[in-house]
């Protein structure tokens, strides 16, 4: 017997959260429920959280989560409760299995069946922002090494104990060279390790109109937390619906389960939702506590189901489904079915399943590391580079020198084009006049020399070598 913790959620969560546990149950789960309030009520109640700190003592201590979909209320500071979690807890990895299920449910992609695996804690997703100057406002983008070594392991674990034969990497490392760069670095440097599955690297751009246009050329995709997020919708949406998909968010120590879509207030207590997303959610959680026989029944009796044409609403087809039901209908046709097995559609075995082996990331030993440069960056409300590059040269010192001006990334000084617009936020690079490295009391009297001019520094980034290789962007144009 498994102890798990239960959230309902908000608008159709606690209907649909209902049907599921009723089938897993109905098919054998042995699990036990200790259920806490997340979501809409919490945040409502005064909670900028969402969740209280005992519902975290009780999530922690039995390890598996299964969660509804929830609603974060409109307005500033309400923060994302399923971004919070997945960080508190540290689920890394984000898997959403997306497969088709033709003719049944209609698709354009009849034999399409990936698995996209997301990087879950770092990327933008660190909601790092700040405004800095009257028209320009940041967000950091956090790669580290160990988060990308932990998703690309899993990837590559995920495939072989599935028996997938490929494992894709998207970035978008053409551009963004350092923290894309890191990622596909090191999926190039696992995917060593498992000479018996393909490997490939695709560019986002490109390789998200690939596999919306021909999803069966792909398999199992590792990519960042952003790409993840938008290629997994509409993986999901191209299967038929993103109704239909569940996600498991995977820690080293716990791990939460859920459907991929959203509350759907305006659906709510009205009998229509449909419960296969957190169904499929709760299929995956069983698997990962190793009730694999149960989560076979589970499957094989929901593809029975759609194959019969019991379908809700969402998915309803005149011509192709034979009954529209509801929540509760839906789920009674699953448990009625279990025991069966589908006709058309590919029925699951997960017997022979092998639990992945997943190592415990070990840091690296540190490498030389020398401070290179400074980039200072200045607000000023002026449009002329030139005029800009004059201005700062007067914090200049006998041992640092101004050797560059960017504006959004883009060289502007010297020799930059007068048709390039720039707004009042500017990157004033620094490097030694002589020497190879600077020291970090270079970099505070050029602040002080900043002061004294009247320059508004806004921040500062300090351009280092690692091993005596340059670790930091060149200006767009240099």
């Given amino acids: 017997m498994t102890r798990i913790t239960v959230a309902k959620g908000d608008g159709i969560g606690p209907e649909i959260m209902d049907a599921t546990i009723e089938i897993i149950k109905a098919a054998g789960a042995e699990i036990e429920i200790d259920e806490v309030e997340v979501g809409e009520k919490v945040y409502l109640a005064g909670n900028t959280a969402g969740i209280a700190a005992e519902s975290w003592d009780i999530i922690r201590r039995n390890k598996v989560f299964l969660k509804a979909p929830i609603t974060t209320p409109q307005g500033g500071g309400y923060k994302s409760l399923n971004v919070t979690t997945r960080k508190f807890l540290g689920l890394y990895a984000n898997v959403r299995p997306c497969m088709s299920l033709h003719p049944f449910i209609s698709t354009k992609h009849p034999v399409m069946d990936i698995v996209i695996v997301r990087e879950n804690e770092e990327d933008l997703y660190a909601g790092i922002e700040h405004q800095q100057t009257d028209e320009v406002v940041q967000c950091l983008k956090l790669i580290s090494r160990p988060g990308c070594e932990k998703i690309v392991r899993y990837a ?27 990622f596909h670095q090191v999926f190039d440097e696992i995917a060593s390790e498992y000479p018996d599955i393909e490997n490939e690297h695709w560019i986002i751009d490109i390789g998200a109109a690939k596999m919306a246009d021909t999803p069966e050329a792909f398999d199992v995709i590792v990519t960042p937390n952003l790409y993840g997020d938008v290629l997994s919708d509409i993986a999901a949406q191209i299967t038929g619906s993103v109704g239909l998909a569940g996600s498991a968010n995977i820690g080293e120590e716990c791990a939460m389960f859920e459907a991929i879509h959203g509350s759907a207030p305006r659906r709510a207590g009205k009998n229509l939702a449909n419960p296969s997303g957190l169904l499929q959610g709760a299929i995956m959680m069983l698997n990962h506590i190793g009730q694999t026989s149960v989560a076979e029944k589970v499957q094989n009796a929901w593809l029975k189901t759609l194959e019969d044409g019991i379908h809700t609403y969402d998915i309803y087809k005149e011509g192709t489904s034979k009954e529209k039901v509801g929540t509760k209908e839906f789920a009674q046709a699953v448990i009625a079915n279990l025991g069966n ?54 914090i200049e010192t006998s041992n640092i020198k101004l050797s560059m001006i960017t504006n959004r990334g883009i060289k502007v000084w010297p020799d930059g084009f007068r048709e390039t617009f720039c707004t009042d936020h500017w990157r004033c690079r620094f490097k ?26 806004i921040k500062t980034e300090n351009l280092y070598a690692f091993d005596g290789k340059d670790a930091f962007s060149l200006g767009q144009g240099q």
């Fill in 156 to 182: 590559f674990e995920f495939a072989k104990q599935q028996n997938r034969k490929k494992v894709t990497c998207f970035t978008k490392d053409n551009i963004m060279k350092q923290t894309d760069g890191l």
């Fill in 341 to 394: 097995k589908p006709n058309m559609l590919k029925a699951v075995s997960y017997s022979n399943n092998v639990a992945l082996n997943l190592q415990i990331y070990k840091r690296k030993p540190s490498v030389p590391k020398s401070l290179k440069g400074v980039d200072i960056f200045v607000h000023w409300s002026g449009t002329s580079p030139e005029s800009l590059a004059e201005k700062i040269k007067r």
């Fill in 432 to 457: 030694p006049s002589s020497a190879e490295t600077i020291a970090n009391n270079d970099i505070v009297t050029l602040l002080n020399n900043a002061i004294h001019e009247d320059i508004e520094t």
